[in-house]
């Protein structure tokens, strides 16, 4: 089992920036990748970024390419998403989830965290 919280939401304005952590507890974190995604009102859950256990493998949706960063810290058990340049459309629930590997698609997930609200003001 692994447990996850999400911490660091917030309201910002247009341009403003976040970073969102992930703490994780439980069985060893750097044997898991792990994900963020988000899910605004009325949408789809959907996919922004992902990093493999090791770290060396990271991948952003094209819509936060440029302006999001994934990174983890395996020695704190945790993960980061660092969102610069925010816009009113990354408004969103964000979740953090841990899975067998770097991948776009919320099923290959195993584990989800109870997620923080990101709100962007124009």
């Known amino acids: 089992q692994v447990q996850l919280v999400e911490s660091g939401g917030g309201l910002v304005q247009a341009g403003g920036s976040l970073r969102l952590s992930c703490a994780a507890s439980g069985r060893t974190f750097s044997g898991y990748a792990m994900g963020w995604f988000r899910q605004a009102p009325g949408k789809e859950r959907e996919f922004v970024a992902t990093?493999?256990?090791?770290?060396?493998?990271?991948r952003h949706t094209n819509s936060v390419e440029g302006r999001f960063t994934i990174s983890r810290d395996n020695a704190k058990s945790t993960m980061y998403l660092q969102m610069n340049n925010l816009k009113p459309e990354d408004t969103a629930v964000y979740y953090c989830?841990?899975?067998?590997?770097?991948?776009?698609?919320?099923?290959?997930?195993?584990?989800w965290g109870q997620g923080t609200q990101v709100t962007v003001s124009s």
């Open positions: 990093i493999s256990g090791s770290g060396a493998i990271r």
């Open positions: 989830a841990a899975g067998s590997g770097p991948d776009t698609r919320p099923s290959v997930y195993d584990y």
